[in-house]
């Protein structure tokens, strides 16, 4: 676990000192920084994650690169979904709130379009992977 923080810790520090870009695994990527409270320590975190764009819409992706099990950050969204992400150099208010049905499954595969490797993902795990969409508020 704390080798996934430090690689964290790293990820962070130079999307913010690259106006949210960040080189390494993921170059070129679109790169989000979610913020999320845990559900049981109530400890403040920050994620980074790779996500989608659509017009004004965000969505991340709960893949865990196919693991069994949701990312711990999803668990915490859900229990605190009022939150805030950073994009670019710009930092949102916003609510994570999860994608289900029909829906899910075309913003998915539309990420496995232009991500091709959300796909394997999918294909390594029995569960449904959870689209959270952040909603500015007011939206």
């Given at each position: 676990m704390?080798e996934?923080?430090?690689?964290?810790?790293k990820i962070?520090a130079?999307f913010r000192e690259?106006?949210?870009?960040?080189?390494?695994?993921f170059?070129g990527?679109?790169?989000?920084?979610?913020?999320?409270?845990?559900?049981?320590?109530?400890?403040?975190?920050v994620?980074?994650l790779?996500?989608?764009?659509?017009?004004?819409r965000?969505f991340?992706?709960a893949?865990?690169a196919g693991?069994d099990?949701q990312?711990?950050w999803y668990h915490n969204?859900?229990?605190?979904?009022?939150?805030?992400?950073?994009?670019g150099?710009?930092?949102l208010d916003?609510?994570?709130?999860?994608?289900?049905g029909p829906?899910r499954d075309?913003?998915?595969a539309?990420?496995?379009?232009?991500?091709?490797?959300?796909?394997d993902?999918q294909?390594?795990?029995?569960r449904?992977?959870?689209v959270?969409?952040?909603?500015?508020?007011?939206?």
């Amino acid at each position: 676990m704390a080798e996934l923080n430090d690689f964290n810790e790293k990820i962070i520090a130079e999307f913010r000192e690259n106006g949210g870009k960040v080189g390494g695994p993921f170059e070129g990527k679109p790169m989000i920084l979610v913020h999320h409270v845990g559900a049981k320590s109530g400890k403040e975190r920050v994620t980074p994650l790779v996500y989608l764009r659509e017009g004004d819409r965000l969505f991340v992706f709960a893949s865990k690169a196919g693991a069994d099990v949701q990312p711990a950050w999803y668990h915490n969204l859900m229990a605190h979904p009022k939150t805030k992400v950073e994009v670019g150099t710009e930092t949102l208010d916003v609510v994570a709130r999860t994608i289900t049905g029909p829906e899910r499954d075309e913003i998915y595969a539309r990420q496995c379009a232009v991500a091709p490797q959300f796909a394997d993902y999918q294909r390594k795990t029995t569960r449904v992977i959870p689209v959270v969409e952040f909603v500015r508020p007011g939206s």
